[in-house]
């Protein structure tokens, strides 16, 4: 694995235009490429624009000329209809697509965390095996995030779509004739949906409101704060519009460029999104103009394109449900290089490029932020039907797809075991998600604490205790279903994490003092409540919080999925969440 180099464009919007400007004259002149010719493809270029929802090109329908570029790249190479997001949110997203896995299991759960180097990326086996490569992206996703992790060059906080291509084609251009790897992430689609003229009036030009598509905007209506008509709805989808057909331009001029050069005959071109984009399908505010925290349709479907002359056959569209998670092996398939251990998803193509497609169940997963708590929710798709489980309200959702596309009707009932939320818990347990009672209490000096966890539905693992800080007696049933603990009253706060399987079990939790009495019992996420309480797990829990009774009377208990996962956290700065609150990430 090589270390990446990258700059930083720390420079604002309006230098950054002018510097792509320069690089794109400085690019004109340079077109003597001398590449051998191949038989087949040898170059890989994955375009991810970010936040571009499936049902917005062209080629996946869209009843207006938003695309008319990616939908030749579409005519000439295979085209998959229902490919599945693995996250909403950029870096986890970007991390499946990269590596291959789910979110629990690569552990890159959001802006608070980095890919584990134990990770193996696309360009790290890409590399190995002699390819240049080289990443251009928008955010700190190759050096916060880590997934510059075997990209020999790169630049990040890269946009314009112009700044990008032209980024990529002096990356080209430096060493022709080497087989590389290019990963190009265009931010250009992303909120605000502020396209320059003439993309702004392109598709509505009689819009007659005052609504607009900052981000200052959109989180008024995001808020529930500013309402909106039917006419301003329209006018934002054709300022989302207007920016997918200018990328789409951007773009259309680095194919051509390609095409020019002789490079688009051997090399294998991906257009694909790390998430689509929520445009006032939902009313719920906070779900309306947006990507996270939702794992609805109009996020969950992204556009998947693969163009691979002479390997994988023009014009093909592909009904069966792929996932992102399957991109970096099938990718590989390609190339005829081996795919890393440990990789979840499997190749759509065999070796020898004909389609090898099976219908695959998609797993997505969005993991809480300190600053946002509740934006803990997990989504299994299978064709026709789909369940939403919102972790942190312990609320589940099921829609069948068949008769309501639109996701309009929730039909979960509470009645006998879901089939397919028993696969959703499943998965977060095998991808090494471990889920935990957690109980915890303030000891006084000479006063006991002592109670127990009863399990239904399951059965205790193990028990462990904070490292620091007094060790309670604790005692498991030969069944693993009940739990007894007793602290002697030694000082300070103590704990127990009582390890659970599956994850959905019942938990039943009773605390007494010293002389048996009692104790009021605190329950993470519904409040003071008097002993004993029960919950299933993971109705309630955090992978990220580990909170602490602050209280010396009673006991203080919550649900945690922990991750086996090596994860990497990292610190937020002020700057960092000031850029993110600017970008529209979090709120107020
Ligand atoms: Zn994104």
């Not at 054709?238 to 051997?266: C, M, N, P």
């Not at 109009?298 to 691979?308: E, F, G, S, T, W």
Request: glycine content about 10%.
């Amino acid at each position: 694995m090589s270390g990446v180099t990258v700059a930083r464009a720390g420079s604002p919007r309006w230098t950054r235009l002018a510097l792509a400007a320069a690089l794109l004259a400085a690019g004109a002149g340079a077109g003597a490429l001398a590449c051998a010719r191949r038989p087949e493809p040898a170059n890989l270029i994955v375009v991810v624009i970010d936040a571009l929802r499936a049902d917005r090109l062209g080629c996946y329908g869209r009843g207006r000329p938003t695309s008319p570029a990616i939908d030749r790249l579409a005519s000439e190479g295979v085209l998959f209809e229902q490919a599945m997001a693995q996250c909403s949110f950029t870096p986890p997203a970007i991390a499946s697509l990269l590596t291959g896995r789910y979110v629990p299991s690569h552990g890159l759960l959001g802006w608070e965390s980095r890919l584990a180097p134990a990770e193996t990326t696309l360009a790290d086996v890409l590399s190995a095996a002699g390819y240049r490569t080289a990443a251009f992206v928008f955010l700190n996703l190759l050096t916060r995030h880590g997934l510059g992790q075997g990209f020999g060059d790169g630049e990040e906080m890269v946009e314009p779509a112009e700044r990008l291509t032209g980024l990529a084609r002096a990356w080209i251009e430096r060493e022709p004739g080497k087989k590389f790897f290019l990963f190009l992430h265009c931010y250009d689609v992303h909120r605000p949906y502020t396209p320059p003229a003439p993309y702004d009036t392109l598709f509505d030009p009689g819009y007659g409101g005052d609504v607009d598509g900052t981000n200052e905007t959109l989180a008024a209506i995001q808020s529930g704060a500013r309402a909106t008509t039917p006419e301003d709805e329209r006018h934002l989808e054709a300022l989302y519009d207007g920016e997918v057909r200018r990328a789409d331009e951007i773009l259309g001029e680095f194919f051509a460029w390609l095409e020019a050069s002789g490079l688009l005959a051997k090399t294998i071109l991906v257009i694909t999104a790390d998430h689509g984009e929520m445009l006032a399908e939902r009313p719920e505010p906070g779900l309306r103009y947006t990507h996270d925290p939702s794992l609805y349709d109009p996020v969950m479907q992204i556009p998947l394109i693969v163009r691979a002359p002479g390997k994988v056959a023009s014009g093909a569209r592909v009904a069966e449900q792929v996932r992102q998670i399957d991109v970096m092996p099938s990718l590989l398939a390609l190339l005829g290089v081996e795919p890393p251990a440990g990789v979840q998803g499997e190749s759509f193509f065999a070796r020898d490029g004909a389609l090898a497609v099976t219908t695959r169940p998609a797993y997505a997963d969005v993991y809480p932020e300190p600053q946002r708590p509740e934006r803990y929710v997990r989504a299994l798709r299978v064709p026709g039907r789909k369940v939403i489980h919102r972790i942190y309200e312990g609320a589940w959702e099921e829609y069948d797809l068949t008769t309501d596309p639109d996701e309009k009707q929730n039909v979960w009932t509470t009645g006998p075991p879901d089939s397919l939320a028993d696969a959703l818990l499943a998965h977060s347990e095998e991808c090494g998600e471990v889920h935990e009672v957690c109980v915890a209490w303030v000891e006084r000096e000479g006063a006991g604490v002592s109670g127990t966890v009863t399990l239904s539905g399951g059965r205790a693992l193990g028990v462990d205790h904070p490292p620091a800080g007094p060790a309670p007696e604790v005692s498991v049933s030969d069944d693993g279903a009940r739990v007894t603990f007793r602290a002697r009253g030694t000082g300070g706060p103590s704990a127990i994490w009582v390890r659970v399987s599956p994850p959905g079990v019942r938990a039943e939790v009773d605390a007494r003092d010293e002389a048996g009495r009692p104790l009021p019992i605190t329950l993470l996420g519904r409040g003071p409540s008097s002993a004993p309480v029960a919950f299933s797990l993971p109705e309630i829990g955090h992978a990220l919080l580990n909170p602490f009774p602050t209280t010396d009377h009673g006991v203080f208990v919550f649900g945690r999925a922990r991750l086996t996962t090596q994860r990497v956290p990292i610190d937020l700065g002020p700057e960092e969440i000031e850029r993110l609150r600017a970008l529209g990430y979090i709120g107020d």
